[in-house]
């Protein structure tokens, strides 16, 4: 009987598996497609070669890039100073602090988009790459500040204890205790954001200026006049970056725990 249900637990792990990846599939074996259309005509590189001549294409992806990159940095460094400095502090209203400081990862987009819009529209900001570095810092804060704090909790207070009991200053305490422990959750939660931010497609859609295009909106733009092959090879490529994030996320975390295996 234990066989039997294993057999059938690794049947619908596959089939789930095969359901989820098929479509991620399908479009990178399209992308090698020679024709523009659905029907397979041969195996070629002509899209690649089409992609890497598409300059609106490739300036949609350098503001994407500089967006994720910079707003996950900012991210980082709100979130973890956020998470740990409430957990070091104790005060009546923490819960209901907490709380707020989620509602930007709850709300609907198109409300945060919205606000957004009017809130830059009220302060007469200039529409761009500034509104759309704060606009995704803060609503990718809260993901780092969820995983930091998770970590934090967990976090056994006598290292640092000890740390200052042999004349480490708080700030070096922190750096030289707190900040190793909690680089996975930082890492993870950097990760999340990233990705969260490249996807993005309705706040951006409310704040970007006409300089300022991204990737995503680049790609919805397209839909209008249809979507070529292109955007199939320049998924492929991203999966292949992204998938390789991932490889030196895992070597990254393998080092970590040999290195406090060996502590």
């Not at 709300?107 to 919205?114: A, K, R, S, T």
């Not at 200053?169 to 890492?187: N, Y």
């Not at 955007?231 to 070597?251: D, E, M, P, R, S």
Request: a positive charge; hydrophobic letters at 50%; one cysteine or more.
């Amino acid at each position: 009987m234990k066989k039997k249900n294993g057999a059938l637990s690794k049947l619908y792990v596959i089939l789930v598996l095969f359901l989820t990846y098929l479509p991620v599939f399908v479009v990178v074996l399209y992308s090698f497609n020679n024709s523009k259309y659905g029907n397979w005509e041969g195996f070629s590189f002509t899209w690649y070669d089409k992609l890497f001549q598409n300059r609106q294409i490739w300036r949609s992806l350098k503001n994407t890039l500089i967006l994720a990159f910079s707003s996950c940095f900012l991210s980082i460094l709100i979130g973890t100073a956020g998470a740990v400095g409430m957990a070091k502090s104790r005060f009546r209203t923490m819960n209901l602090l907490e709380n707020v400081s989620m509602i930007p990862m709850m709300l609907p987009e198109i409300i945060l988009g919205m606000a957004y819009l009017a809130f830059f529209s009220i302060l007469k900001i200039p529409f761009g790459m500034l509104t759309l570095i704060i606009a995704h810092t803060t609503f990718c804060v809260p993901y780092i500040y969820i995983n930091v704090q998770s970590r934090l909790v967990g976090l056994d207070p006598s290292f640092v204890e000890a740390a200052r009991d042999l004349g480490a200053s708080p700030t070096r305490a922190f750096i030289d205790v707190t900040l190793p422990l909690i680089a996975p959750a930082v890492l993870s939660g950097a990760l999340l954001a990233l990705a969260m931010s490249m996807d993005d497609v309705v706040i951006s859609f409310f704040v970007t200026g006409t300089t300022s295009n991204t990737l995503p909106l680049q790609v919805y733009s397209m839909l209008k006049m249809g979507v070529t092959p292109e955007v199939n090879a320049l998924c492929t490529l991203i999966l292949l970056v992204v998938f390789g994030c991932i490889g030196l996320y895992y070597l990254f975390m393998s080092l970590y725990r040999r290195r406090a295996e060996k502590q």
